[in-house]
RNA sequence: CGGGGAGUAGCGCAGCUUGGCUAGCGCGCAACGUUCGGGACGUUGAGGCCGUGGGUUCAAAUCCCACCUCCCCGACCA
C-alpha cells in the first residue's frame, strides 16, 4: 500500500478522557474510530490486524477439528425464553420488536441459537461428536464500556460449541479446546495465563479463564511469587493476602488482567431446556452434552498493544502487524531514491509480504514518528546518508536497532529479516 | 444505576468567577516561497447553531432551570 492514498489518520495527541494506552495508541495510530460509547469503526489499519488475528484463530480451530459456520445476530425471543436467559441476560440483551410485534433480540451470545441448529439436525450418536465455532458480532448493552474496545458493546468473539454424547467426550474437547487456545495467544504473543474460573451466566460446572496481567483490565488474578500459580475467579476474593494453597510457602501477588478467553463445560443446560437429544446405538434417548469456548476477537487487539507498545508508539508483533514492512524513503525530491523504494515495494509484494511504503511528501521526522507510531516491525530507510554507498537501512522496531545492507541484498535478505524480528 | 469530571473549529485547549464590541490560541487543513534524516519556517487563507431546549437581561460561551452526550471509579462479561 502508498500511505499517500491509504487512509491511515495518525493523531499527534491522544484524544480527551482516553487513560488505557492500548485505547490512546489505537485512536492515534488509526486504527479505530469512536461512533459511540462502547462502539467503534474498525479502520483499514485496525482491519488488517484484526484479520490477521482471525487467520491464526481459524488456523487453530480447524487443527482441532472445528468447523466455521455463521449464524445470525438477530435472534427471536422466544428461544431466549425457553431457557430462561431472557431474564438472566436482560441486562445486557439489546431487545425490540420486528413490525409484526414480534419481540427480537441482537445476539449477545449464540448458545441458544446453536443448540436450535444442532436440534434440528443431529439424531443420531454417528454424528456425535461435533465441534462448530463463528467469528461474529456480538450486541451487549454494557453497563459501563471500557479502554476502548477492551469492554465495548458491539464487539467481535469467536465463539465455539461442542456437542459430544458423553462426558468423556467434552472432556476431550475441552482440553483440544483448551490447548488450541494456548496456542492462539502464543502466536498473537500474548502472556495468557489459564485460571479455573466462575461459570457465571454461562452455567455448567468446570471453566477456565485466559488473563492477561498487565497495566489495565478489569479481571484481576492472584500469581504465587514462589509455585507460580496462577488463580482468578472466585479465589481472588476468598485468597487475597493468604497463602499460597499450592506450595504453603509463597504468597499471592494481585494483579489486574484482560480476559482473552473463557472456555466452559456446559454439559446439558442447553441441550436439555431445548430438546438437543439423540438415540444411543441402544436406541435409548439421551441429552447432548456440550461445551462454550470463547475468544474475544477485538478485544485481542487492544490487549496486543497493551503488551507490547513503548512511548513512541505501537510495536506489532511481526504475526498480527498490519503490514510487514515499511519501506521509508527519506528524500521524496531524489529520484533514485524513489525509484529503489518502488523497486523494492514491487520486489517485497512478488515475495508475498505486505509492505507499506511511505510516499507522502512529508518531512522526514514526521515520516520517522508516524513508523513508530504504528508500529511495523521492520523498517526499510532510504536516505542519502547512506544511498551514495550503496546502502540502505533497516530497523527493527522493537529493538531499535540498525542495520546496513547493500542496496542490492535486501530483497533476497528480507524474508530472513523478518523470521528474525 | 450510584459517585466524580467534562462538552467552545477535525484534534488539544483558553475565555465563564465579575454578562458587553468581530469568540481566541496551539496542532492539523489549503495556497505560495524557503526548507528537507527525528513531528521545519514565513506569508496568506478556509473552517464555529460556544452540546440541546427553555428562562433572566437592553445584551448570554459566560447567570438560572431542564435535558442530552462523553470520560473516570463500583456491580456484569469475551
Known amino acids: 500500500m502508498r500511505w499517500s492514498s491509504y487512509f491511515i489518520p495518525t493523531a499527534k495527541e491522544a484524544p480527551v478522557g482516553t487513560e488505557a494506552v492500548s485505547h490512546q495508541l489505537l485512536l492515534r495510530a488509526g486504527l479505530i474510530h469512536m461512533l459511540t460509547s462502547g462502539v467503534y469503526s474498525y479502520l483499514p489499519l485496525g482491519l488488517r490486524v484484526l484479520n490477521r488475528i482471525q487467520d491464526i484463530i481459524r488456523e487453530e480451530m480447524n487443527a482441532i477439528g472445528a468447523q466455521e459456520l455463521f449464524l445470525p445476530c438477530l435472534q427471536p425471543l422466544e428461544l431466549w425464553q425457553q431457557t430462561g436467559r431472557d431474564k438472566t441476560l436482560a441486562e445486557v440483551m439489546i431487545r425490540f420488536k420486528d413490525k409484526r410485534g414480534k419481540d ?26 461435533l465441534v462448530l465455532y463463528q467469528i461474529q458480532t456480538k450486541f451487549r448493552d454494557e453497563i459501563r464500556p471500557r479502554f476502548g474496545i477492551v469492554r465495548a458493546c458491539e464487539f467481535i468473539m469467536k465463539d465455539a460449541y461442542s456437542f459430544d454424547r458423553d462426558k468423556k467426550g467434552l472432556e476431550r474437547n475441552y482440553q483440544l479446546m483448551y490447548g488450541a487456545y494456548e496456542k492462539i495467544f502464543k502466536r498473537c504473543n500474548l502472556n495468557a495465563i489459564a485460571v479455573k474460573a466462575d461459570s457465571g451466566a454461562m452455567g455448567g460446572d468446570i471453566s477456565h479463564e485466559f488473563m492477561v496481567p498487565g497495566a489495565i483490565g478489569e479481571d484481576a488474578v492472584l500469581i504465587c511469587n ?7 475467579g472466585a479465589q481472588v476474593q476468598s485468597l487475597e493476602n493468604g497463602s499460597c494453597p499450592q506450595c504453603a510457602k509463597g504468597t499471592l501477588e494481585k494483579k489486574v488482567a484482560i480476559e482473552l478467553g473463557h472456555i466452559f463445560q456446559l454439559g446439558t443446560k442447553y441441550s436439555q431446556a431445548q430438546g438437543a437429544n439423540f438415540l444411543d446405538e441402544n436406541g435409548q434417548q439421551q441429552t447432548i452434552i456440550m461445551g462454550c469456548y470463547g475468544i474475544g476477537v477485538s478485544r485481542l487487539i487492544a490487549a496486543v498493544v497493551e503488551s507490547h507498545n513503548d512511548a513512541a508508539g505501537i510495536i506489532w508483533p511481526k504475526e498480527v502487524a498490519p503490514f510487514d514492512v515499511e519501506i521509508l524513503p527519506v528524500q521524496m525530491a531524489d529520484s533514485g531514491i524513489m525509484e529503489l523504494a518502488e523497486n523494492y515495494y514491487q520486489d517485497l509484494s512478488r515475495l508475498g509480504l505486505e509492505a507499506l511504503i511511505d510516499d507522502r511528501d512529508v518531512t522526514a521526522g514526521v515520516k520517522f514518528n508516524d513508523a513508530d507510531l504504528i508500529g511495523i516491525p521492520l523498517r526499510i530507510v532510504i536516505g542519502k546518508r547512506t544511498f551514495a554507498e550503496g546502502k540502505v537501512e533497516i530497523k527493527n522496531r522493537r529493538t531499535g536497532e540498525v542495520m546496513k545492507l547493500g542496496k542490492d541484498e535486501v530483497s533476497s535478505k528480507i524474508k530472513e529479516l523478518i523470521e528474525k524480528v
Request: net charge negative; glycine share 10%; proline share 6%.
Open 226 to 232: 514462589a509455585c507460580g500459580q496462577a488463580m482468578g
Open 104 to 129: 427480537m433480540c441482537l445476539g449477545p451470545t449464540h448458545e441458544e441459537i446453536i443448540t436450535d441448529l444442532v436440534k434440528d439436525f443431529v439424531q443420531s450418536y454417528r454424528q456425535l461428536p
